[in-house]
Each structure stands twice: as structure tokens, then as C-alpha cells.
């Protein structure tokens, strides 16, 4: 199993411009979510699915949107980005919600918006 | 959602036993304790979790008193590949807590 990947690795962008990061599993996992790392920050939500056809927000949902076609993939779009978007997104995937459900991390996307 | 107090950060020698502990004063009758590690540039992996009392696997240990509002993560002999960032996490559900991970506390391991 490739566990959860992510692509692209890197990235830079001008601001304004609109891009999709990746994020795909292939453990057959119902839960995936989206987090932002910040230096000094931790990992914040940005939002969370919990099955195809179902998203909801995080604690940070502004400027990006998601959605899941199917239980693998979970991409995440920026629509306009920002310079405060400069980040590192990681996705996660776990069996279901519950928080005592492992969560697996994918390597991460570093993001900056000149 | 049940916040967490960690240090920010601790320092130790190789071959020395690490106790990192968390403060989660207003945990949840169902919440769970949940340890995870951080290496640089990577994602976080799990570490450990429990309920109550003790829980040992092959990386760590995890003791939690009786009334759970503490926990703490100890690593036995510890060696430089230990250095990360080790985080608490209290909850019982990830998407409608919108449970977050905090600032962890970042150990280094010294030679």
C-alpha cells in the first residue's frame, strides 16, 4: 500500500492565482481531512469528509474549497491565493471519525504565495 | 473539546528515559488521549493512545491516572532519532471537535 500521498511536494504561487493540491489513499478509509501547519501554529483543520459526497469545514475553511467524488481522492483548492495561505498542508486519512481511529499523514504540500 | 497543556519544548540525553506530560483538565467521560510524533518535514504518526491507566507498546508508554486529567508519554532510552515534535491530542471525534493539533512539545535529543 502507498498509504496516503500527496502531490504537488512543493509549490509557488503569485497571488491570485488558483491551484489544486492532491491528496489520494488506498486504504479504503472513510474519513479525510485537510490541515495546515504554520511555524509556532501546530496543525489546524482546514475541512474534513467523512464518506463520498459529504465535506464539512474545519477551523480554518476560508480560501479553500474541497470536494469527494470518491473515497480515495480528496483534493483541496485554493481559489485565489494569498500570501497568508504560505503553509504546509498535510492529509490525513483514518478509518472512520472517532478520534480514537489512527490517523495516517500524507508527506505534505509546501506552499508559498509570493 | 478538552484543551491540552504541553511544554513547548525538552531537551535529553541518549540512553535516558523521557516523560513528556499533558494537562487536559476538562476531558470528556468519552474522550481519547492520543499521542502522536512529528519528524522534521514529515507528516505526524501515531504514537500511542489510551483510556486509562497504562498502555505500553514497542515505542512507548502511556500513563493516565484515575481521573484522567493528565497524561503522560514516556519514552524508554531514548536515542537522536527520538528528536521530533510529540503532540497530545483529547477528544472522542476529529471532524465535529474540529480537533486540532496544538504547538506539541519539541524534544531534542542530545549526544
Known amino acids: 500500500n502507498a498509504g496516503v500521498t500527496q502531490t504537488p511536494k512543493f509549490q509557488v504561487l503569485k497571488t491570485g492565482q488558483s491551484m489544486t493540491l492532491q491528496c489520494a489513499q488506498d486504504m479504503n478509509h472513510e474519513y479525510m481531512s485537510w490541515y495546515r501547519q504554520d511555524p509556532g501554529m501546530g496543525l489546524r483543520l482546514i475541512h474534513y469528509?467523512?464518506?463520498?459526497?459529504?465535506?464539512d469545514q474545519g477551523e480554518v475553511p476560508n480560501g479553500y474549497n474541497v470536494s469527494r467524488s470518491t473515497t480515495e481522492d480528496f483534493p483541496l483548492r485554493l481559489l485565489s491565493a494569498a500570501p497568508s495561505q504560505t503553509s504546509v498542508y498535510f492529509c490525513?486519512?483514518?478509518?472512520?471519525?472517532?478520534?480514537?481511529?489512527?490517523?495516517?499523514f500524507g508527506p505534505g504540500t509546501r506552499l508559498t504565495v509570493l | 473539546l478538552a484543551k491540552t497543556t504541553q511544554p513547548i519544548s525538552m531537551d535529553s540525553y541518549e540512553g535516558q528515559e523521557v516523560n513528556i506530560t499533558c494537562s487536559h483538565n476538562?476531558?470528556?467521560?468519552?474522550?481519547?488521549i492520543t499521542w502522536y510524533q512529528q519528524f522534521p518535514s514529515q507528516g505526524p504518526r501515531f504514537i500511542i493512545q489510551g483510556y486509562k491507566t497504562k498502555v505500553t507498546n514497542e515505542v512507548a508508554s502511556l500513563f493516565i491516572p484515575a481521573d484522567r486529567k493528565s497524561s503522560t508519554l514516556s519514552l524508554p532510552r531514548v536515542s537522536l532519532s527520538d528528536t521530533a515534535v510529540y503532540y497530545c491530542?483529547?477528544?472522542?471525534?476529529?471532524?465535529?471537535?474540529?480537533?486540532?493539533f496544538g504547538t506539541g512539545t519539541r524534544l531534542t535529543i542530545i549526544p
Open positions: 490525513a486519512s483514518s478509518y472512520g471519525e472517532l478520534a480514537g481511529d489512527t490517523q495516517y
Open positions: 469528509s467523512v464518506g463520498a459526497g459529504i465535506t
Open positions: 476538562n476531558i470528556a467521560t468519552n474522550d481519547y
Open positions: 491530542l483529547v477528544g472522542l471525534n476529529f471532524g465535529n471537535e474540529k480537533l486540532t
